[in-house]
C-alpha cells in the first residue's frame, strides 16, 4: 500500500462497500461511496430521506440510532484523512490498554495537513508521525508505546503518569521496554520522570509496587527485593529471599472473601518454608511508607540484615532504629531494631 494510499482501499478491491460498511460499524466516508460507484445524487437520497445521518463533513452513519463508539472512531479517520490514525486514549482503548470508552476521539495527523476540529475530536498534529505508527494494522493507530506516551503528557501530576504507566504494562499488551522506548523517541512532559523511574518499575506488576520500591526501600535504601519471585504455586510481590522476608501488596479497598481465603493459605505455605509474610495496602504504602519500611526494617534485623539504611527525613521512624542501632553497637551487641512502632501504624 502507497504512503498516501487509504488504508481501506485493500479492503474495498476485495469486496462490496456494504461488506466495508459492516465491518465500520455502520459508518462510511464519502470517499469510500464514490470510490465504489456510489453517486453524490444517490448519496444526497439517503441523507434526505434520513436513512443516514452526517456525522462529520463526508462521513456518515448507516444505520438506525446512534451511531456506536466504535463507528465514531472509525468516522474519525475517514473524517481526518489518509494519514490519520487512532492516538492517546483513542488508540490505548482499540489495543485494549483501557477498559473504559474515552470521552473523545483523538486522532493524529502528519504536521503538514490541516484539519478543523469536530465536537468530541481532537486532532493531533504531529511531525514524522509515520515512526509511531502500529505496523500492519488496519485501521492505523500507533503504537502501543506510544498511546501511552500520549496519555503520559497530558497527566498533571507524575503519581498519575507513573499510574498510567503501570496500568497499561499490566494489562500485558504492552511492556515497560515499549514504553520506555517511545518515550526516548520523543520529548514530552514527564518523560525525564518516567525514565528515570523505569528501572525501579521493571518487574513490577502494579502501582502499589512501584510506590513501594520508590518510597519504601529505596528512599530508605532497604536491600533491594526480588519482584514476582516464583516458589512452586506462589508468586511473592517483593521477596527478601537472604533473610526469609516476603511482602506482599494488595491495593484493593475492599475486601473479597475468597481472595482472602488465597492469600491466607498461601500465608501459611510460606510460613511452612520459613518465609514471614507482611502484608499492606494502598494507605500503608501511600500515605505511610516510613512507618512500613520501619517494619520492614525491624523484621529483617530480626532476621539476620546488618546493612545501613537511611531515614528520608527529620522525624522518619526509620531514624529511631538507626539510633537504637548505634546504641547497640556502642555496647557491643547487635542491632536489633526492637523500638516500638505506631500503634496505628501500617496494618493496624
Known amino acids: 500500500m502507497r504512503p498516501d494510499e487509504p488504508w481501506w482501499m485493500a479492503h474495498l478491491e476485495l469486496a462490496a462497500i456494504d461488506d466495508l460498511i459492516h465491518r465500520q460499524d455502520g459508518a462510511v466516508g464519502r470517499d469510500q461511496l464514490v470510490r465504489a460507484g456510489v453517486s453524490i445524487v444517490e448519496i444526497r437520497r439517503h441523507l434526505r430521506r434520513r436513512e443516514w445521518i452526517l456525522v462529520w463533513p463526508g462521513v456518515y452513519a448507516t444505520r438506525p440510532g446512534s451511531p456506536t463508539a466504535y463507528g465514531m472512531a472509525i468516522g474519525a479517520l475517514l473524517y481526518a484523512g489518509p494519514t490519520a490514525m487512532w492516538s492517546h486514549a483513542t488508540a490505548a482503548h482499540q489495543l485494549g490498554l483501557r477498559t473504559a470508552t474515552p470521552p473523545r476521539i483523538d486522532v493524529s495527523i502528519v504536521a503538514e495537513r490541516q484539519v478543523r476540529p469536530q465536537p468530541g475530536l481532537r486532532i493531533h498534529r504531529i511531525r514524522q508521525l509515520e515512526t509511531r505508527r502500529l505496523e ?13 506516551v500520549d496519555q503520559v ?14 496500568d497499561s504494562c499490566q494489562t ?30 521493571h518487574g513490577s506488576d502494579s502501582l502499589l509496587e512501584v510506590l513501594y520500591i520508590r518510597d519504601v526501600e529505596r528512599r530508605h535504601r532497604l536491600p533491594m527485593s526480588a519482584r514476582q519471585r516464583r516458589s512452586g504455586q506462589d508468586i511473592s510481590d517483593c521477596a527478601y529471599d537472604a533473610f526469609g522476608v516476603l511482602v506482599e501488596l494488595d491495593g484493593r479497598v475492599h ?9 491466607m493459605a498461601k500465608d501459611n505455605r510460606s510460613a511452612l518454608r520459613g518465609e514471614l509474610t ?7 504504602v501511600h ?26 527525613r527529620a522525624g522518619c521512624p526509620v531514624a529511631r532504629l538507626v539510633a537504637r542501632d548505634g546504641q547497640d553497637l556502642a555496647r557491643g551487641a547487635s542491632p536489633q531494631s526492637h523500638c516500638a512502632l505506631r500503634e496505628d501504624g501500617p496494618g493496624g
Open 136 to 148: 500492519a494494522v488496519v485501521p492505523p493507530r500507533v503504537t502501543p508505546g506510544h498511546a501511552v
Open 255 to 263: 475486601l473479597v472473601v475468597e481472595r482472602w481465603w488465597r492469600d
Open 153 to 166: 503528557a497530558e497527566q498533571r501530576t507524575l503519581n498519575g503518569a507513573v499510574a498510567l504507566v503501570a
Open 287 to 312: 500515605h505511610h511508607p516510613c512507618d512500613v519500611a520501619a517494619q520492614v526494617l525491624v523484621v529483617l534485623r530480626q532476621r539476620g540484615f546488618r546493612g545501613r539504611v537511611r531515614p528520608c
Open 278 to 284: 507482611l502484608r499492606y495496602g494502598w494507605l500503608d
Open 172 to 201: 500485558g499488551r504492552v511492556s515497560l521496554d515499549e514504553v520506555e522506548a517511545a518515550s526516548r523517541s520523543r520529548q514530552h512532559r514527564w518523560g525525564v520522570q518516567v525514565r528515570a523511574m523505569a528501572g525501579a518499575m
